[in-house]
């Protein structure tokens, strides 16, 4: 079996055919290897951007890539689709993350109105592989590509980051050292099936119709941060940053407080958090400034 690990590099283009931003690929940087990730091949090409005529500085910035070195090398989008098809022959595509999934499609369905790429067929995510590897099991926060390098004391050079070629190479590391722990075969997913792709494009959201059945009012409570015991809501529910807040009082210790619960829909899963904080009165407020 071999593997491709893959990393993209993309501009925030406005499409005036679609009215919207389009996350247009301007670079592909990919590194084959055997099933023990020796490296046997490599890939890089630019992209000449087509729906974009320019450039964001912040992508200017961390990639050091001009708009006009791009036109002067770039090849068009879908040529570095055939091209890298041809590369990627039968093998597991890696990536850190799925966002290079997600832009790849966006672009592919561009250009030919099918979201279906012809290079996947099995696919990784070394992102998720990497967290399991570590014990990181924090959903509200996804493990950094070079922070995770870190843990793993692999050195690389932070100028030489965001670039397609050289994040690519330091996914493999993270990939390699961490094989030796746990297989990666496991997390490796058949992306022949439509539900593969229903997946790919779901988009996570915040719920915020309370009367949704993605709404477990059964979360909708809390206990006291001083005693322990439950609650009671003193307001109705209202929505304020995509979550649901109200006022709460415990009876045994006369405090306020203020409830935080968010619902988090993604594909197959609703993330709830919750969060108390105490409501101080205003001369409570006023003796800690005294203090």
């Known amino acids: 079996m071999s593997y491709v690990i893959l990393d993209l590099e993309w501009n925030a283009s406005y499409s005036k055919m679609l009215h919207k931003f389009v996350n247009e690929i301007i670079e592909f940087g990919a590194v084959k290897t055997d099933d023990e990730f020796n490296i046997i091949d490599t890939f890089s090409v630019m992209v000449v951007p087509k729906i974009g005529k320019r450039l964001s500085p912040k992508v200017k910035q961390l990639t050091k890539i001009s708009y006009s070195e791009l036109k002067a090398n770039g090849i068009p989008f879908m ?5 890298f098809t041809d590369f990627a022959v039968d093998s597991v595509i890696v ?22 790429l012809p290079f996947l067929s099995r696919y990784c995510n070394v992102q998720e592989f990497c967290e399991a590897c570590l014990n990181i099991n924090d959903s509200s926060s996804q493990l950094g590509l ?4 870190e843990m793993l004391n692999i050195e690389f050079e932070e100028d030489e980051q965001h670039r397609a070629f050289a994040d690519a190479e330091l996914s493999l590391k993270c990939l390699k050292k961490l094989s030796q722990k746990r297989s990666v075969s496991d997390f490796v997913y058949d992306a022949s099936k439509e539900e593969f792709y229903k997946r790919m494009m779901f988009k996570n959201h915040f719920v915020t119709n309370i009367d949704s059945d993605d709404v477990d009012k059964s979360q909708m409570y809390f206990e006291c941060l001083s005693c322990g ?30 409830g935080r619960v968010t619902f988090k829909k993604k594909y197959d899963s609703v993330v709830v958090r919750k969060k ?16």
Do not use: M
Request: aromatic share 12%.
């Open 79 to 83: 040529e570095a689709v055939d091209r």
């Open 95 to 116: 990536t850190w993350s799925t966002s290079d999934v997600h832009a790849l499609i966006e672009n592919y369905s561009y250009y030919t109105n099918d979201f279906h």
């Open 146 to 149: 070079s922070v995770c390098a």
């Open 229 to 258: 015991r439950l609650t009671k809501r003193l307001t109705k529910w209202k929505v304020h940053n995509k979550a649901f807040t109200a006022d709460f009082l415990c009876d045994n210790c006369a405090k306020k407080f203020l």
């Open 276 to 291: 108390l904080v105490e409501k101080r009165s205003e001369e409570d407020k006023a003796h800690n400034i005294k203090i």
